[in-house]
Nanobody, 115 residues
């Protein structure tokens, strides 16, 4: 089993920045991908950004140029730097890790952007 602990959410004004962190621990053999998804009220969960080991990163079109995903392999931690936040970025953000053949989700962290 893999445990994910997220941190960094909160309330910020439009144009502001936040940095999310997600640390993975437990029985980790090989991590194939780490990423962030988000779910706004009444909407489906959507991919925000993802790092695939040895492949690269992908971003949702809506966050390109504003968000940056990064990973510290030694700490099994993934980060999401969010700049120039907009009210439409308001959502619960979930960390996602693909370890071996299993997918794990964090508990979610609320990001609220006021106009």
């Amino acid at each position: 089993q893999v445990q994910l602990v997220e941190s960094g959410g909160g309330l910020v004004q439009s144009g502001g920045s936040l940095r999310l962190s997600c640390a993975a621990s437990g029985s980790i053999y090989i991590i194939y991908a780490m990423g962030w998804y988000r779910q706004a009220p009444g909407k489906q969960r959507e991919l925000v950004a993802r790092i695939r080991t040895g492949v690269g990163t992908i971003y949702a079109d809506s966050v390109k140029g504003r968000f940056t995903i990064s990973r510290d392999n030694a700490k099994n931690t993934v980060y999401l730097q969010m700049n120039n936040l907009k009210p439409e970025d308001t959502a619960v953000y979930y960390c996602n890790v693909l370890e071996g053949a299993r997918q794990y989700w964090g508990q979610g962290t609320q990001v609220t952007v006021s106009s």
